[in-house]
């Protein structure tokens, strides 16, 4: 091939890959505007319905009602917060809430994590069998199956009791699922070397399996407890009054009955219930980015 077709070609190439490179940076640039457009859709989402509430829970029951809807109250109504406090025994709802979501967390993440174990590295007949029980289990919503707890706890006497709350509900198919998957992660070599160190299941669970496990058991107790905190159903089918009655069912004894619902201390007990939930959210999300870049670290 002489110089002057070598030329020739080089300068055919040269624009042509130079127009590729534009593309694909234009290509680039709207995926990424995409992404972030798509994440600030997501965050007016979740973030609009809470600024809502608490920009409500700050209103009088005129500026509540008022048309248009105004976004910042006109005058800040912090009476609100007494009142969410002093009409209804919120205190009493919060101690309730705490003891159950305590209790059934507590529970539910041992059970959780000692089942997938089990399922994982100990042998034993049926083994498959009990994964496909629980698998079984994740599909069946918990609305049906409250008819026949409830007969079997109204039986037992249970009924406006702690215990009466808690122990239907400490069923764990959804933490065994998310820590056996987990478990079966963990590399191989590391249990071998353990075993062959001499480790028996309680040292290989503590010493091995847990400390590598971090992330995903905050990810499981975050889940568990936002879930517990949450839970209305069944504490409102078996409480008869505050004694034992969490936070959700305190919520519906701030609205009034009289046709027309004050909003503003419905809308303050709702923040202050909150409160406690994202504080233990808070805290457990910065130890599980902790575990997430200690382990992208250490390799």
Request: glycine share 8%; no cysteine.
């Amino acid at each position: 091939m002489t110089a002057g077709a070598v030329r020739e070609r080089r300068s055919t190439e040269v624009p042509a890959t130079a127009d590729a490179a534009r593309d694909h940076r234009r290509r680039e640039a709207l995926v990424t505007a995409l992404g972030y457009a798509a994440m600030v859709a997501v965050l007016v989402t979740v973030a609009l319905p809470l600024y809502w509430i608490v920009m409500t829970s700050f209103k009088d029951r005129p500026d509540i009602y008022t048309l248009p809807v105004t976004w910042w109250p006109g005058t800040f109504h912090p009476e609100n917060y007494a009142e969410a406090t002093t009409s209804v025994p919120f205190w009493t709802f919060l101690r309730n809430s705490v003891i159950i979501t305590g209790v059934l967390s507590a529970v539910k993440f041992t059970l959780g994590v000692l089942s997938a174990y089990g399922l994982v590295f100990l042998r034993f007949p049926g083994k498959n069998v009990v994964f496909l029980g629980i698998i079984a289990a994740l599909m069946v919503p918990n609305q049906i199956t409250v008819i026949s707890n409830y007969a079997l706890v109204a039986e037992w006497g249970w009924r406006n009791s702690f215990h009466g709350i808690i122990v239907p509900l400490a069923g764990v198919a959804f933490g065994t699922f998310l820590m056996r998957n987990h478990f079966l992660s963990i590399p191989t070599e590391i249990i071998e070397a353990a075993r062959m160190d001499g480790a028996g299941h309680a040292r290989l669970l503590w010493r091995v399996v847990l400390p590598v496990s971090g992330p995903t058991m905050v990810a499981f107790a975050i889940i568990t407890v936002v879930t517990e905190w949450n839970e209305y159903l069944w504490p409102f089918l078996m409480a008869d009054d505050a004694s034992v009655a969490p936070l959700p069912i305190g919520l519906t004894q701030l609205q009034n009955n009289d046709g027309l619902t004050d909003w503003g201390p419905v809308m303050a007990g709702t923040v202050l219930t909150m409160l406690p939930i994202l504080a233990v959210f808070l805290v457990l999300q910065r130890h599980m980015i902790k575990g997430l870049t200690s382990g992208a670290v250490k390799g």
